[in-house]
């Protein structure tokens, strides 16, 4: 166990980190980049084909349909892939208590077995229905860590939030 803590540790100081992030309003994105300001991984973001909608009522009822429903989404093309990396940060808002189905549609289209999958999820006083266990459940051959779930964009305290989660995760 020590053994696989410190190779983390120095694939963690080598920067062989990617950090993918689904973010609808920018509180994801912003606790995404302050993982890639402290890792210096790199940051890759990802977008559905086809945008949601601005209207927070018509995103709602959208959103719940695709959860509910287990629709397969079509995102855009990323720049980055997961096979190089060892150690991926996965970010996603917390949509009706689980992962954005954007997030969701990156995790089935890469092989994640035996990578170090460290999930962070933005919310707004939202109820944790499974955030987690979505991962896990889409990812089961890969290597979950803690998870870090931020209030809000995380105010003033971001960056002794991520700090203190990737310590318990590194060190």
């Known amino acids: 166990m020590m053994k696989n803590r410190k190779l983390r540790m120095i694939q963690y100081m080598e920067g062989n980190i990617l950090i993918v992030c689904y973010s609808y309003s920018g509180k994801t994105r912003r606790i995404a980049e302050m993982i890639?300001?402290?890792?210096?991984?790199?940051?890759?973001r990802i977008y559905p084909r086809q945008p949601y909608p601005a209207d927070f009522e018509k995103l709602l009822i959208q959103v719940k349909e695709e959860i509910r429903e287990g629709?397969?989404?079509?995102?855009?093309?990323?720049?980055?892939?997961?096979?190089?990396?060892?150690?991926?940060?996965?970010?996603?808002?917390?949509?009706?208590?689980?992962i954005a189905p954007p997030l969701s549609a990156w995790l089935r289209e890469n092989d994640l077995a035996g990578k170090l999958l460290l999930p962070f999820f933005s919310h707004c006083g939202g109820e944790d229905k499974g955030m987690e266990q979505a991962v896990r459940e889409l990812c089961p051959a890969a290597k979950i860590g803690s998870c870090l779930y931020v209030a809000e964009n995380g105010s003033e305290n971001l960056h002794e939030i991520v700090q203190t989660w990737l310590q318990q995760n590194f060190l």
Do not use: C, M
């Not at 890639?36 to 890759?44: E, P, Y």
């Not at 397969?72 to 892939?81: A, F, R």
């Not at 060892?86 to 689980?98: L, Y």
């Open 71 to 98: 629709k397969e989404i079509s995102l855009l093309p990323v720049d980055e892939k997961a096979d190089p990396y060892d150690v991926i940060f996965v970010g996603s808002p917390n949509w009706v208590g689980t």
């Open 36 to 44: 890639q300001k402290q890792t210096k991984g790199r940051l890759s």
